[in-house]
């Protein structure tokens, strides 16, 4: 799948990018009780376009600029009216 096919809503996403950019951690709260989660919003990229990839936890360490992940069964939301990738728990992340 292309990143400019990608729809708020879509399931069982399966797309290959590349890093081109990465922000800052930041921590957020669960809802559902008093756990603490670390976030950073990526940027990644294929030749037809560009979206914003959460990545949570252990993911960030594991993803740099510049590196080409795979994301299998993703799943795309849409957050304060920006479209962003998800992995989720049922997701995978390849890193290379």
């Known amino acids: 799948m292309e990143i400019k096919d990608l729809r708020d809503g879509a399931k ?3 797309v290959e990018a590349k890093v081109v950019e990465k922000g800052d951690v930041r ?3 669960s809802k559902f ?5 670390r976030i950073v919003d990526a940027i990644v ?3 037809t376009g560009s979206i914003k990839l959460t ?3 252990e993911q ?4 740099n600029v510049g590196d080409n992940v795979k994301i299998e069964n993703g799943y795309v939301t849409s957050f304060k009216g ?5 992995v989720g ?4 992340l390849t890193i290379g």
């Open 12 to 14: 069982r996403v399966n």
């Open 33 to 37: 009780g008093d756990a603490t989660y």
């Open 89 to 92: 728990k049922f997701g995978k």
């Open 55 to 57: 990545l949570w936890n």
């Open 27 to 29: 921590e957020v709260r």
């Open 60 to 63: 960030i360490e594991q993803v």
């Open 82 to 86: 920006e479209v962003q990738l998800n």
């Open 45 to 47: 990229a294929d030749e």
